[in-house]
């Protein structure tokens, strides 16, 4: 059944879409593609150097007056913001779901929905920190006393657009800085849509702006700027190595969220049937489309058989369709070319000699368009295969058996991400005991994918540095400390 559009979302996609900045400079525009069927959803206008540079002007015009409000008042202002983000959350969710190509369902149940309480968690927060530390050092009387930064940068990819965004901008906010950000150029919708709504909520001019560009123009304008004073990015590797290299030089803080190869290890003392299950949901999630789902599945000798049927068959019985589709479990890929890098990878790793347990392809499932659809993909073999090392970002996974916990352990940590692993087992404390030892920001145990504000979310090496997000620890991240000092005698 197909979802009904929103009248509100038709009137925002009839629009002029572009940058939340007063001048409307940028004249260039792209479209925004529906991966589900291949239209055309909307025109954007690109910005470039020019409105990155207007943005951040806004955002430090606003950030004197902003940061000098009570987290009382800030928070009262943040709450109010939810609130009209949940009025509106209907209308985010099909953006989303146009924009992503994810279910509808899924974006009306978490997207949507927990990326608007991050702003009350933070909001909370904020009220209930102490920004005046007293120290107690001989002979002084002392004080660390905690600030905003000013204006921080954000960066954020296509696959979770208005989380993300949530996850990143409300801390910062809650501490009392202004933030530019530059969603992805592909899915922009709910990042402006937001903007939109935060006008509507009373969040005074330049607090919030969003600047939508490419990234080798906007992204690299807002990551160079020498007057942003934090920097935040969430995407590839390759791309958080080039804005790190640019903090770097301009000598500010910087986030890092990056991609990740999540393993699952399944111990033989497990429900066969719950695991697979669960398993194949971690793939078919955003169509696999996720930093921290498990893509490596390394399944003990005694139940691997069991596991590969029940796991097979599931997969196979995912509808897959149109994100509007009520019935749709999983829907396209973003775009044609992640469509092609996924193709391309399946085909890289049966060159490279992986065993093909479910072959994934194109398909186009009944009103479907010109979309970019996947069905689910999975391989077995060899743990130097290309498809077991590298982030896909698909519905794809890599099989391997393990026989005892150490060979499983050290394969795990045989490559360089390191952003979220699973451990299933009904013992415990071995479960706790090799949770110990994956080297990953995360680590959980008979589940994944798990998310909760407090429970801090970041990744170590490949997968990223910086200090993660969701957590109280986030929140201080964005304030600086500034010891105050006097002798006392
Ligand atoms: P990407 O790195 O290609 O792009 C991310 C953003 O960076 C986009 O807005 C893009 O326009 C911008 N960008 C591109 N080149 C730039 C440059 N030279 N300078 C500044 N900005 C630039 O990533 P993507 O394809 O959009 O997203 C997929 C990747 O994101 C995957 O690797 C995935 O694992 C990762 N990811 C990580 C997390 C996390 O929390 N760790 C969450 C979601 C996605």
Redesign the pocket.
Known sequence: MQTELHPNVRKFLAQRLGNTINEQVATQTEKVINPSDGSILAEVAMGRAREIDIAISAAERAFPAWASLSPENRARLLHRFAEELEKHSAELAQLESLDVGKPVGAAEGFDIPFGIECFRYFADLSRQVDYSIPLHVKAFEARTWRVPYGVCGF??????PFT?LC?GIAPALAAGNTVVV?????TPLTTLYAAQIAAEAGLPPGVFNVVV????E???A???STRIKRMS????????R??GE?SGRNLIPCK?????KGAAVVFDDVDVDTVATQLAGAITLNTG????TATRWMIQDAIYDRFVNKVTETLKGTKVGPGLNRETQMGPLVSEA?RKRVLGYLERGRREGAGTILNGGTVSPDGAGNGFYVSPALLEGRDDNVCCRE?I?GPCAYLLRFRDEEAAIATINGIPYG?ANSVWSSDLSRANRVAERLAAGNNWINAHNLFAYGLP???INL??MGG??NSPETFYDYLRSQTIARPLS
């Open positions: 960066i954020f990819p296509w696959n979770f993300l996850w530059k969603p992805s150029e592909i560009g490419k990234g080798n906007a992204g690299v807002l990551s160079s990015f969430t995407g590839s590797p390759e791309v958080g080039a804005v640019q890092l969220e990056l991609g990740g489309q996720v930093c921290c992640q982030e970002f952003l979310y970041g990744g997968s990223g993660g997000v």
